[in-house]
Nanobody, 130 residues
């Protein structure tokens, strides 16, 4: 019921902006909630932003005020708008989804294994140069 297709990433200079998208390519009657995670070389994967529906959105402290996550359920697509990008934002960005927003939050906070989510995207490389 879920197959995530991510947009291509990109390369920008510090201070620039980039928007990633993540779409569920399969039709489904369930509502899925999406989040973004990222992994930089030599570092562990970390959560970036979550769209939790009625529970709102969550952001990692490192991106608060700069990134914005939104979701269009009619298009089964989530967006991550990234502003004022910095070199430390350079990473592979992965979207992930589940129909249970609590599980998505649990994975983001390390209380549940990543593979418990319904699906992960293949990743989009974001490179920010100084």
């Amino acid at each position: 019921q879920v197959r995530l297709v991510e947009s291509e990433g990109g390369s920008v200079q510090a201070g620039g902006s980039l928007t990633l998208s993540c779409a569920n390519a399969l039709s489904t009657t369930k509502t899925y909630y999406m989040g973004w995670f990222r992994q930089a070389p030599g570092k562990e994967r970390e959560y970036v932003a979550l769209y939790l529906g009625a529970s709102g959105t969550q952001y990692a402290d490192s991106v608060k005020g700069r990134f914005n996550i939104s979701q269009d359920n009619t298009k089964r697509t989530a967006y991550l708008q990234m502003n004022n990008l910095q070199p430390e934002d350079t990473a592979m960005y992965f979207c992930a989804t589940d129909h249970n927003p609590s599980l998505l939050f649990a994975v983001a906070t390390g209380r549940a294994p990543p593979d418990t989510l319904a699906a992960w995207g293949r990743g989009s490389q974001v490179t920010v140069s100084s």
